[in-house]
């Protein structure tokens, strides 16, 4: 059975940092592509990041660019998003997904 847990979600003020995980169970994680996609509150979801299975192509949405990182730890299992210098619009519920698979998320809040 395929699962997805994300954590690492939290209140930070705008400027702080935070650094959300993924851990995969139940498929073949390093032959995955992996994605992080947000939902705002009130709004629609919304892709973030992307990283290939061999994790060294990243893509990522243009408002995120240079303050965003993701990663993974094959041997861990686990993906990773790395968030600096947070602002107020990236206050979501942040999850990871695969294939049709998804997590059930953690929310960041980022205060003014």
């Known amino acids: 059975q395929v699962q997805l847990v994300e954590s690492g979600g939290g209140l930070v003020q705008a400027g702080g940092s935070l650094r959300l995980s993924c851990i995969g169970y139940?498929?073949?994680?390093?032959?995955?592509?992996m994605r992080w996609y947000r939902q705002p509150p009130g709004k629609e979801r919304e892709w973030v990041a992307s990283?290939?299975?061999?994790?060294?192509?990243?893509n990522y949405t243009p408002s995120v660019i240079g303050r965003f990182t993701i990663s993974r730890d094959n041997v861990k299992e686990i993906l990773y998003l790395q968030m600096n210098n947070l602002k107020p619009e990236d206050t979501a519920v942040y999850s990871c997904n695969t294939e049709t698979y998804w997590g059930k998320g953690t929310l960041v809040t980022v205060s003014p």
């Open positions: 990283i290939i299975d061999a994790g060294d192509i990243t």
């Open positions: 139940g498929f073949d994680f390093k032959s995955a592509g």
